[in-house]
Every structure is written in C-alpha cells, then in structure tokens.
C-alpha cells in the first residue's frame, strides 16, 4: 500500500531556511504520471498547496511562494525533498507530502514546524 | 490568481443531506476534488475528478460540478461525518499551472 512520511526540524529560526524530506514507499517516482507535491496549513487555518514535483522532473510551485521554494527528487531513495528559504513566523504550520494522482489520494500524517527565535 | 470560494460553515441534522458549494470562475471547465479533514488528522480525498468516489468512501458521498459551482453533497448525514471540508483544482490558465485550495467549509453535524 502507499505510505508517505514527512520528516525535518520541528522549530527553525527566522530567516533560516527549511528542508523537509518526504519519504514514501508503495510506488515510484519514476512511473509515468506520478507525483509528489507539498501542502502545508497553519493552525486552525486552510490548506495552502507549495509543490509539486512529477516522474519526469517536471515541477509546479506556488505562484505566491515559488521564490522561496524548491523541489527535487531521489528516485532510489524514493524521498522527494522541500526547502523553504528565508523562513518567518507566519510560515509556522503543519506541513504534508501527499502523492498525486486524480486528486491528492493518499497523504502523510504531517509534520509540525515552528518558526520562531 | 485563481480563487475558489466556500462558505465557512454549513449545518445539518442527523439523516438529512448536506451541501457544500465550491465557486469559482468557469469551475466546471476544471475537475474539482474534495478532501475531508478531521481533526488532528491529514486530509481524505472523498470525491475526485468532480463525481467519482476512491475505493472505501462511502456512497453517501457524491459530487457535481458546473458553470461556476461545484457541490459536494453527503446524504443521509452522519455524526462522523463532521469535518472541514475542502475543494481543489488546478489552475492551467496560465503557463505554470498549480493547484488551488477552497478556504473550507466546517461540517457541523446537529
């Protein structure tokens, strides 16, 4: 079955730059038309979608964010990777791996990061 | 930019059928997801490609999408049914197409 894990530091500073790693297992990024994408949600607040990264290296990224982000991929470690430059406390929220086929069909539990001094 | 819009709250008695609307511009030329989120707990997709149910979710959960709105309906509504809600699509308007999120409807079984 597919599972995805999300896993990185639970409190950064400000300023500092996040990398999250998603872990997955059950399917391969290298099969055609699967992806992996990032979602992420502040405390009592809405999902807001970061990324995207698809079998052929082909990458989204949120219009609003897409200076801060990037997204890459190990197929042999089946892991895709997040780093969020320049980070603030408005970025504090539970980030989410999910993957990508019709729709976000199968998610990661999540991971809490905090961003504070 | 591209912007869905949901009402923030929707109510329904036990056994009654709820809708959750999902607007945007021309949103039925796009296929529109529906998540479900409990509580302390990663998001379900319940109804994907504006009408179709993934394996294990209940036929109570049904989906409808045209012109500027898009309708999650949940017949014969349960207590566990209680939830944020969320609709999705992508945005391929431009050159860089993403994905977009609803700002989300809580479900409040009464």
């Known amino acids: 079955q597919i599972t995805l894990k999300e896993s990185g530091p639970t409190l950064v500073k400000p300023t500092q730059t996040l990398t999250l790693t998603c872990t997955f297992s059950?399917?391969?990024?290298?099969?055609?038309?699967?992806?992996v994408g990032w979602i992420r949600q502040p405390p009592g607040k809405a999902l807001e979608w970061l990324a995207l990264?698809?079998?052929?290296?082909?990458?989204r990224y949120s219009p609003s964010l897409k200076s801060r982000l990037t997204i890459t991929k190990d197929t042999s470690k089946n892991q895709v990777v997040l780093t969020m430059t320049n980070m603030d406390p408005v970025d504090t929220a539970t980030y989410y791996c999910?993957?990508?086929?019709?729709?976000?069909?199968?998610w990661g539990q999540g991971t809490l990061v905090t961003v504070s001094s | 930019s591209y912007v869905l819009t949901q009402p923030p709250s929707v109510s329904v008695a036990p056994g009654q059928t709820a809708r959750i609307t999902c607007g945007g511009n021309n949103i039925g030329s796009k296929s529109v997801h529906w998540y479900q989120q409990k509580p302390g707990q990663a998001p379900v997709l319940v109804v994907y490609?504006?009408?179709d149910r993934p394996s294990g979710i209940p036929e109570r959960f049904s989906g409808s999408n045209s012109g500027n709105t898009a309708t999650l309906t949940i017949s014969r509504v349960e207590a566990g049914d209680e939830a944020d809600y969320y609709c999705q699509v992508w945005d391929s308007s431009s050159d860089h197409p993403y994905v977009v999120f609803g700002g989300g409807t809580k479900l409040t079984v009464l």
């Open positions: 999910a993957h990508s086929g019709s729709g976000f069909d199968y």
């Open positions: 059950g399917f391969s990024l290298s099969t055609s038309g699967v992806g």
């Open positions: 490609d504006d009408s």
């Open positions: 990264i698809y079998w052929d290296d082909d990458k």
